[in-house]
């Protein structure tokens, strides 16, 4: 596998008493799932990346190339002024830009912008903390890609989640939109709780691939393989099938690729608080 990186998971989703503590799973301290993030806790958990999240984090805004490696890094420090920096670029318009601090991003104010682009439901976006309010837009950028897809293509996309014919219905539930597909599908097993991540794995990976579009992960769905999927490049893949979140226009803000970056972000929360036990 190309440009994924497993942080110590082995078979089992918690890490053995003799086995070195996974990298992903010391972040979990810093994940703060219940408070609004601020600049404060933005800057905390980059200053405690490893290498390879700050990897991902970078190629999620497109700094670097899916297939990029650590290699291709510049320094901790470095690396965590890049991305700032350009997360700041493209959340911000270009009279806004130049007078912002790249120390003092609000984050939680970016992840609620983006959630009202997405579609998210204002009591939603008004009343959940950050990391459900992510996970939020993680869904509704399944709605999006699934939006994008013509019936039969629903229907094939359908096939290859629901290989346990779990599913009931494939063409009404292919009939259906986004936000109606989604809010039936959140009811299965392959869309509720860590699930979702996995199963959009397999979402991207198929859209992808109907799409010509060559990405350097594939769809996973054992557990030994979830840390792998969740620190590939979840953001990256989003902005190459760009068209199907949508463009901005020159010199605005641009939500799009701000979501791929949140939607990066909240992979890597997730993915710690999982292998931690606590998802």
Request: aromatic share 8%; proline share 4%.
């Amino acid at each position: 596998m190309t440009g994924a990186t497993v942080w110590g998971c082995g078979s089992s989703d918690q890490p053995s008493e003799s086995a070195p503590v996974d990298p992903l799973v010391r972040m979990v301290r810093f994940v703060e799932p219940d408070i609004n993030w601020t600049a404060r806790q933005l800057n905390v958990f980059l200053d405690e990346l490893p290498d390879a999240g700050l990897l991902s984090l970078k190629q999620g805004l497109g700094l670097l190339e899916g297939t990029a490696s650590t290699a291709d890094l510049a320094g901790t420090p470095e690396d965590q002024r890049h991305i700032k920096k350009q997360l700041l670029w493209v959340s911000s318009n270009i009279f806004k830009y130049p007078v912002s601090d790249i120390e003092g991003i609000p984050y939680h104010d970016l992840v609620k912008w983006v959630a009202s682009k997405t579609s998210v439901d204002q009591e939603i976006v008004k009343s959940r903390t950050t990391y459900p309010l992510e996970r939020a837009i993680n869904e509704q950028a399944f709605a999006m890609l699934w939006d994008s897809l013509d019936e039969s293509r629903r229907k094939e996309l359908l096939a290859t989640i629901d290989t346990a014919g779990r599913i009931q219905d494939h063409a009404g539930v292919a009939a259906l939109g986004g936000s109606a597909a989604l809010g039936v599908l959140s009811a299965t097993t392959y869309f509720s709780g860590f699930a979702f991540y996995t199963t959009m794995s397999t979402v991207i990976s198929t859209i992808a691939g109907w799409a010509g579009v060559t990405l350097p992960f594939a769809a996973y769905t054992g557990a030994s393989s979830i840390a792998a999927f969740l620190s590939g490049p979840v953001g990256w893949a989003l902005l190459a099938l760009g068209g199907a979140v949508g463009a901005a226009m020159l010199g605005r803000a641009n939500w799009s690729k701000t979501m791929a970056f949140i939607i990066q972000l909240h992979s890597l929360k997730a993915a710690s608080r999982h292998l931690a036990g606590l998802e």
